[in-house]
């Protein structure tokens, strides 16, 4: 039997952060889903929503997401942002066998202040200039997602958490 750990939250939520270091403790692979797209179009996310669309991004995002999906191995996977707001991915992922998800659920404050020093990296928030800006757009954003995060089987909240605790809180959790 195997199982795959899904990380999902918004953007800055600590997915990729936290990912790493529970896959380790696990001695589970870890994925990311944006790198898997990223090497699967042979260029950076940012790149593919500036020439292709955000459309077109959340297609590919959704075929790649059930090829991994399909793997029959362990797994800890970190989901981007908007990955399960779109479609039916959400449904899919609950529904999905040896498949547990995790909303790391961060607050329109804390992710304002981990998100806008690194806003240049990001295509959704890069046209953003002030802190206040992106605050509203974050705002904004978690609450058309929450319904949808919180689906997931497990909260945990991070605001405030060092990476080592948040990753005890999730094992135990799951275990």
């Not at 992710?111 to 974050?138: G, M, N, Q, S, Y």
């Amino acid at each position: 039997m195997f199982m795959k750990i899904i990380l999902i939250g918004y953007m800055g939520s600590g997915k990729s952060t936290v990912g790493k270091p529970l896959s380790e403790k696990l001695n589970y692979p870890y994925k990311d889903l944006d790198t898997e797209i990223e090497h699967r179009e042979g260029k950076p996310i940012a790149s593919i929503f500036a020439e292709k669309g955000e459309i077109y991004f959340r297609k590919k995002e959704a075929i790649v997401l059930q090829e991994i999906l399909s793997e029959k191995s362990n797994m800890v996977l970190a989901t981007g942002g908007g990955t399960p707001c779109y479609g039916t991915v959400m449904d899919d992922l609950n529904k999905a066998e040896n498949v547990i998800t995790v909303y790391l659920k961060a607050s329109v404050e804390e992710l304002t202040a981990r998100l806008f020093p690194e806003k240049e990296t990001r295509p959704l928030i890069a046209h953003l200039k002030a802190e206040e800006d992106l605050k509203d757009f974050v705002r904004k954003h978690l609450f058309e997602r929450a319904h949808v995060y919180n689906k997931a089987d497990f909260v945990i909240h991070t605001d405030g958490l060092h990476t080592s605790k948040i990753t005890e809180k999730l094992i135990s959790h799951l275990f």
